[in-house]
């Protein structure tokens, strides 16, 4: 099993940047994707990012595109999400979720090919 913990949500203004975190624990092994997703309220959960955590391909949401970065770093084992230049519209309850297939475009932004999931941390970005 894998455990998944986000951290670095927080407030921030409009145009601030905030890095979100999550680490990775447990049985690793066998990991062939990673992504962020987002909700707000009255909304169903979306993609933001996803990384392919074998070639390191990675796939963005076009509201994000530009603004976001996705990234891993192996040793430590823990996803990254560097966002930038944030806008009121990117508010909502960050995820971050593990699968085990090799997924490609698109389809790493498919929720039931995620079945790790963390518990999710809020950002608020305020005009």
């Known amino acids: 099993q894998v455990q998944l913990v986000e951290s670095g949500g927080g407030s921030v203004q409009a145009g601030g940047s905030l890095r979100l975190s999550c680490a990775a624990s447990?049985?690793?092994?066998?990991?062939?994707?990673m992504g962020w997703f987002r909700q707000s309220p009255g909304k169903e959960r979306e993609g933001v990012a996803a990384?392919?955590?074998?070639?390191?391909?990675?796939y963005y949401a076009d509201s994000v595109k530009g603004r976001f970065t996705i990234s891993q770093d192996n040793a430590k084992n823990t996803l990254y999400l560097q966002m930038n230049s944030l806008k009121p519209e990117d508010t909502g309850m960050y995820y971050c979720?593990?699968?085990?297939?090799?997924?490609?475009?698109?389809?790493?932004?498919?929720?039931?090919?995620?079945?790790?999931w963390g518990q999710g941390t809020q950002v608020t970005v305020s005009s």
């Open positions: 979720a593990a699968g085990s297939s090799a997924l490609r475009g698109s389809w790493l932004f498919s929720r039931a090919a995620y079945a790790y």
């Open positions: 990384i392919t955590t074998g070639g390191g391909t990675t």
């Open positions: 447990g049985y690793t092994y066998g990991t062939g994707c």
